[in-house]
């Protein structure tokens, strides 16, 4: 393990060794964590790890597996560093011990300090391999999005097409199909015809960003897009992060584990960095076709954070517009209260979306979806 001295430095790698084992913590979920610290008394060690405990699990699973976890991390952490100060000159180790308390530290990165430099997990513009380990995912809850299921499903059922059918619903009266009918009851005007035009089968695409500042809403995003796909909606699905990819067939590979299995040893990006206009541009030229002619509804789950180059990426949501029918833009950040719309990606893409949706759980896509008209 690699050796950090500083504690905030320490805080930020035990929480990226959290997410590695499956927890959900992002980068507000770290400054909860150091902000309890400055409340804490520093005289009982077991303090330290029930303030981390408190705000960085969020269920049971997490509550069993915590204390096994923090015993493993920074016991391996001590061990790092026990061996390290071993070989650090006595006058090196003289200037460090003149280090600030714990509480100093914590204070000065929650007000800023502008001489150090920290990790920090909003953006990262470079491509990185990294695979996704989905053993602990499970299949609870996907029950609560067959509701979502069938209130998109009769949204996308109800697009009027041009042509025509007969039907007994009021609308245009249809005389010949009147007169036709009722010759089989006599010649006698007993029931009407009338002319609707017939419903067009509506396809959906969703677009999910998986990049790093995402991977908080992971493990629902990965629920979503399963239910979905293995239901009757015409569906296509990419996730994508530094580049795109296609996992509509992934996500019918059996049954939910065999689905993430699948998708892990495919997508290799998974929490990388950001390349919004790279990926849309790469989705339109590949797989423009797939749109159709404004007869598709785009989803686009993404908190809209990317430093890439914006020209491209206007270009390609000018392009999926174009031929989309509606594009709705669900984003976990516009939750917020204190939410404003600042990232250049977002004020582009207010220019072309329908709808900006505040969204990070089943219950928002239920809510929305339900109680808008299309």
């Not at 902000?35 to 509550?63: C, D, M």
């Not at 430099?117 to 990262?124: A, F, P």
Request: charged share 30%; with cysteine; net charge positive.
């Amino acid at each position: 393990m690699e050796r950090k001295t500083n504690l905030v430095e320490n805080i930020t790698l035990f929480c990226r060794f959290l997410r590695n084992e499956g927890f959900q913590i992002g980068s507000s979920q770290e400054m909860d964590a150091l902000g309890a610290l400055a409340y804490i008394s520093w005289e009982k060690p077991e303090n330290f790890r029930e303030s981390l405990k408190i705000t960085l699990v969020k269920n049971y699973w997490q509550h069993n597996q915590f204390d096994t976890l923090f015993y493993k991390f920074w016991s391996e952490l001590k061990r790092a560093n026990d061996s390290k100060v071993k070989n650090v000159p006595e006058k090196e180790s003289k200037n460090k011990a003149k280090r600030p308390p714990p509480i100093e530290v914590i204070k000065n990165w929650l007000h800023g300090n502008p001489i150090d430099k920290r990790e920090t997990s909003i953006y990262d513009p470079g491509k990185v391999k990294r695979r996704r380990d989905f053993s602990i995912f499970s299949e609870e809850d996907l029950k609560d999005w067959q509701e979502v299921i069938r209130i998109v499903r009769k949204k996308i059922s109800d697009i009027p097409g041009r042509r025509q059918m007969s039907t007994q619903k009021s609308g245009k009266l249809f005389l010949r199909s009147t007169i036709r009918t009722n010759l089989r009851r006599g010649g006698e005007l007993i029931e009407l015809n009338y002319l609707q035009k017939k419903p067009k089968k509506a396809n959906v695409i969703i677009l999910a960003d998986v990049s790093r500042s995402m991977e908080l809403y992971s493990r629902e995003l990965l629920r979503m897009m399963y239910s979905f796909q293995n239901s009757n909606i015409n569906l296509e699905t990419f996730v994508f992060s530094s580049s795109i990819y296609r996992i509509t067939k992934k996500l019918k590979a059996g049954n939910f584990r065999q689905a993430l299995k699948s998708i892990s040893e495919f997508v290799d990006e998974w929490s990388g960095g950001t390349r919004l206009g790279n990926c849309l541009n790469t989705f339109h030229k590949k797989y423009g076709k797939l749109l159709g002619s404004g007869k598709t509804y785009v989803f686009i789950v993404s908190d809209g954070l990317d430093n890439g180059d914006i020209e491209l990426f206007e270009k390609g949501m000018k392009s999926i517009k174009k031929k989309s029918r509606k594009i709705f833009w669900f984003n976990p950040l516009a939750k917020s209260a204190e939410y404003t719309i600042q990232t250049k990606a977002m004020q582009v893409a207010g220019q072309y979306i329908d709808y900006l949706v505040p969204a990070t759980g089943v219950s928002d896509f239920k809510r929305f979806l339900g109680n808008t008209k299309w």
